[in-house]
């Protein structure tokens, strides 16, 4: 199972971090980047055969290709926001982690701006 691989990882960098954190912090810090780097991509490579059966499915829907992908972008956006977020506050940058959260924010909302000109359309045509 791939959640064992990726909790395994995860284990063995967070002993490999505690011990690395009372001699060499900043090696233990990159310990910590470098784990969370790993799993990510790990974890990003398994998402190709979900986005492909999403695809199938807005091909069925006749879902228009540019609002499926400003979705996929969206959630891509969420996720890697809430990845460098994560690293910041790991480093000690909550301040930091703070502001790439409303940076993700902001980049969500303005890619959600053609899905929101839709919907003030079909209620538009809908109220008259």
């Known amino acids: 199972m791939d959640i064992m691989k990726i909790v395994g990882i995860g284990l063995i960098a967070t ?3 505690v011990i690395l954190r ?19 991509v790990f974890v990003i490579t398994k998402l190709n ?17 540019l609002y499926f992908t400003t979705i996929l972008k969206v959630i891509a956006i969420a996720y890697i926001t ?14 930091i982690a703070s502001k790439i959260e409303f940076g993700g ?4 909302m303005i890619m959600a701006i053609p899905i929101l ?3 003030m359309d079909i209620i538009t ?3 008259v």
Do not use: H, M, R, W
């Open 15 to 17: 002993i490999l971090a």
């Open 22 to 40: 009372e001699q060499k912090p900043e090696i233990a810090l990159q310990v910590s980047i470098v784990t969370g780097l790993i799993i990510f």
């Open 49 to 65: 055969s979900v986005i492909e059966v999403l695809k199938y499915f807005a091909s069925k829907t006749n879902i228009d290709l």
């Open 82 to 95: 809430e990845f460098g977020a994560q690293v910041c506050k790991d480093a000690g940058e909550s301040s």
């Open 105 to 108: 924010k902001v980049l969500i």
């Open 117 to 119: 000109a839709a919907l």
């Open 125 to 127: 045509k809908l109220i």
